[in-house]
């Protein structure tokens, strides 16, 4: 199976700065790539970024240049790295990885419990 453990989300005045980790274990599984979506109150649940052996990519315009996500395969982990923080950034963020079953091509989506972000005005 493939595991996700976040860490690191709590509450953050405005303009400050909070390092979100995922400990990834996938004993069995090829992970394709690993990201991090967040839902807000009232909000459908969205994708911030995502990382592959090949390509990284941020979804949200307005996290550019204040987010970003690193891929340590070493460790089996990936962090966002989250600075500036700004009222609207506070939701619960998950932890996301995509993988597929040794010997199988079918692709399955795996999520974290979620971590809760609040950013304080």
């Known amino acids: 199976q493939v595991r996700l453990v976040e860490s690191g989300g709590g509450l953050v005045q405005a303009g400050g700065s909070l390092t979100l980790s995922c400990a990834v274990s996938?004993?069995?599984?090829?992970?394709?790539?690993l990201g991090w979506f967040r839902q807000a109150p009232g909000h459908q649940r969205e994708l911030v970024a995502k990382?592959?052996?090949?390509?990284?990519?941020n979804n949200v315009p307005s996290a550019e240049g204040r987010f970003i996500v690193s891929r340590d395969n070493a460790k089996n982990t990936v962090n966002l790295h989250m600075n500036d923080l700004k009222p609207e950034d506070t939701a619960v963020y998950y932890c996301?990885?995509?993988?597929?079953?040794?010997?199988?091509?079918?692709?399955?989506?795996?999520w974290g419990q979620g971590a809760q972000v609040t950013v304080a005005s």
């Open positions: 996301y990885a995509e993988a597929r079953r040794y010997g199988r091509t079918d692709l399955h989506d795996y």
């Open positions: 996938k004993s069995g599984f090829t992970v394709e790539s």
């Open positions: 990382i592959s052996s090949s390509t990284t990519q």
